[in-house]
């Protein structure tokens, strides 16, 4: 495993973080405990969850990952980086959810009691909430920052010129600053590089991709024509969102490009996607997930993959479209 900081921070995290949103749900909490414990043997140390998962689920199963992280860490927590994520619905009344005030500070209370710990090292927006104002929202983070139960805040799904201006805002009101985002990308999904990137490069913040295997699109085990049996195209409410993101012909053939090239290369298809990642020099930590530890193997090994620079050459040209998103359909 390697290891790096977060953007311009002083803390250390793995070039891996192990996504957990399938803990609970796609994985029960045997599976999910020991996918956890092949990560750590692996050398991963940053562990990426968030209070909406599993996702794919509902009101009833909110929070059940957490729950899950929670237990595995149990007299282990100093020996690991633990980020969540809040905004997402928790309840059913109208202020579960979203970054006012109340919600955030409610958000991160329950976060800690299911994650047995009494701070968060990195706790991030899911994503953009566009009914209350940034300044209430970054008040809020401010509290929770200095009163120690996160060290650090950040962002995830935010449009660049939200981002840009919510770090504005923050250096105005002399209030804890983002330090990391957390888009989707992958080398079927690179829009993110016209940009975010150049924002993150910047501003100096940490980049922790999700996604790199578009939810398991590019593992080459799936076939347009065929249903998904198995995975994020087939389990939960979140079937839909994944096979509206990446189950259409362009993708399928590009892989079967990708396939050609990582062959002749005598290279995983797996390993190769995440290393791609890995590859850009914005990108601090790449998250992988699993819903059987068997299926780390490959993506671990990605992190020692050192990427000919021929290879990335044709892997960024077979994939150039994606960079300009559903326009190049």
């Not at 002083?10 to 803990?23: A, E, K, P, Q």
């Not at 100093?78 to 579960?96: H, N, Q, Y």
């Not at 201006?165 to 957390?182: E, M």
Request: overall charge neutral.
């Amino acid at each position: 495993m390697q290891y790096t900081q977060l953007g311009r921070t002083g803390l250390t995290v793995s070039r891996l973080c192990l996504g957990t949103m399938t803990f609970g749900l796609q994985s029960d909490e045997s599976v999910s405990k020991a996918i956890l414990d092949k990560a750590a043997d692996g050398g991963i140390t940053f562990i990426d969850t968030a209070d909406v998962y599993p996702l794919g689920g509902d009101l009833t199963t909110v929070g059940r990952t957490e729950e899950i992280v929670g237990r595995w860490l149990a007299g282990q927590r100093e020996r690991f980086i633990v980020a969540t994520k809040a905004v997402g619905k928790m309840g059913p009344s109208l202020w579960d959810q979203g970054a006012s005030r109340k919600h955030l500070l409610d958000a991160v209370d329950a976060s800690l009691r299911r994650l047995g710990t009494d701070y968060i090292d990195l706790y991030q927006l899911h994503s953009d909430d566009p009914t209350t104002p940034l300044d209430e929202t970054l008040e809020a983070l401010e509290v929770i920052v200095r009163s120690g139960r996160a060290r650090y805040i950040g962002v995830s799904n935010f449009l660049a010129y939200r981002l840009a201006k919510a770090l504005g805002r923050a250096d105005v009101l002399r209030v804890a600053r983002f330090v990391s985002v957390q888009p989707r990308y992958s080398l079927l999904f690179r829009q993110i590089e016209r940009e975010l990137l150049p924002l993150a490069a910047e501003e100096q913040l940490g980049v922790i991709p999700y996604n790199p295997l578009a939810g398991g699109l590019l593992t080459g085990k799936h076939r347009l024509g065929a249903s998904p049996t198995e995975g994020r195209f087939a389990l939960g409410t979140s079937a839909q969102m994944y096979q509206e993101r990446y189950w259409h012909e362009r993708e399928f053939v590009t892989i079967e490009k990708l396939r050609g090239i990582v062959a002749a290369a005598g290279v995983p298809l797996v390993s190769a996607s995440v290393a791609w990642v890995l590859a850009n020099p914005v990108v601090t930590s790449a998250i992988i997930g699993a819903s059987r530890p068997e299926q780390l193997t490959d993506t671990l090994a990605a992190v020692e993959l050192q990427l000919d620079p021929a290879l990335k050459a044709q892997l960024d040209e077979a994939t150039i479209e994606y960079r300009w998103g559903d326009a190049a359909r």
